[in-house]
């Protein structure tokens, strides 16, 4: 059943199978040394040509910057997307409720995001840098990137630089 299934509960291998809860547990936990763990949620899948791909970059940089010992590491400047997701949460207490005894607790939908906020991140060995939000109704693409994005980050890094400027910074693309 786990393997045809490995979201199943416990009530169901229980119902179907015909044995009592700590037997369930036995052969789950001691039997098969199962856990149940909750799945980590990332981004996107990447296909193993673009794993090779950061691969190569990432070997290429170690040579040029002397297997991360030259002083060149902290010019590298890098970006990465991120999102910020809403919810609408409510506290543990706000949930409360009466019921009368012998009744279960009651139960609750969960709410789902109403809102997202897009933005770039960039950042380097000491840490964020800048911070630059996408819009709203604008479109996340290489002109927006090019022409609205860069030239933020371009001042913003400027200005924390004096007298240097970007001089010496890499831009290293994801």
Not at 79 to 85: A, K, L, M, P, V
Request: hydrophobic share 30%.
């Amino acid at each position: 059943m786990v393997i045809a299934d490995p979201n199943v509960a416990y009530e169901r291998i229980q119902h179907e199978i015909g044995i009592s809860p700590g037997a369930v547990h036995t052969v789950l936990h001691q039997s098969l040394q199962l856990r149940k763990l909750c799945a980590r949620w990332i981004p996107h899948q990447l296909h193993p040509e673009q794993k090779q791909n950061r691969v190569k970059w990432c070997h290429e940089m170690l040579k040029k910057l002397n297997n991360g010992n030259s002083r060149d590491v902290s010019k590298i400047l890098t970006g990465d997307e991120t999102w910020i997701y809403h919810y609408d949460t409510e506290t543990k207490q706000q949930s409360h409720q009466w019921c009368e005894i012998g009744e279960g607790p009651p139960t609750k939908v969960r709410r789902t995001l109403y809102t997202k906020k897009q933005m770039y991140a960039f950042f380097n060995t000491m840490g964020v840098k800048t911070v630059v939000p996408l819009e709203p109704g604008k479109i996340n693409n290489s002109t927006w990137y090019t022409e609205s994005c860069l030239p933020l980050v371009i001042k913003a890094i400027s200005l924390q630089r004096p007298g240097t400027g970007l001089r010496g910074t890499f831009f290293a693309r994801r």
